[in-house]
């Protein structure tokens, strides 16, 4: 007990430039509730901002053209407070998906971490995704460019549309940033080896991108 108060508590901060050590502390003595408060909060304000950013030109294209100033009002006020719930809740379920999964990974590879210590995990590298989202939100309130592209992925570099326009969306330097950090934190943290974390941290990656690939086709489709 004396050992582990000795022990500091990891930084959200320190995850940007000593994520290692922030991964050491993480496996003595995980945090979770400050830095999941923290997190959310990032989350809320990054899904206002990235709302706050989007043209009213967009909102008109979306709807053919139909919207009065009212109907164009509602939908606005429909978009923020949905950004807002969103902020709220899908962090804290994304983070408790991806600590039972890792969870059961850990159980069947028989390591010995807690599920306290994946949750917390899960909790300080979902930090770097709110970052990010808080900065391409913050970029795109600046330049007033396309909502459905993220700044900091190569589709902002190359435009294309449908499937593959979600695709290149995907591959984000956040998202990249937040599977090297899962890896890592795999590896040190829940106690599996360098091969299975990289494993790991790669499935989710290209579970990702399918997921992106199937948004960008959609969206190409309803706005065909």
Known sequence: MNEQASVAKPSLLGMIWSPGEQFARMRERPAI?????IVTLLS???SFVS???IPDDYYQQQAGGALDEQSLAIVKTTSMVGAILGGLFVPVIAIVISSLIYWLIT???RTDARFKQLFSLSTYVYFISAIGGLLNGLVLLAVQGNPEVMVTSL???VQMEGALGGLLNGIELFTIWGTI???LGLHQVAGLSKGAAWTVAIVFFVIGLILAMIGGAFSGMVGA
């Open 155 to 157: 589709g902002s570099i």
């Open 51 to 53: 709302v706050l950013a």
């Open 181 to 183: 950090l899962t890896a």
């Open 33 to 37: 509730w400050v830095a999941l408060i």
């Open 44 to 46: 809320v304000i990054a």
């Open 107 to 109: 159980t069947l590879a």
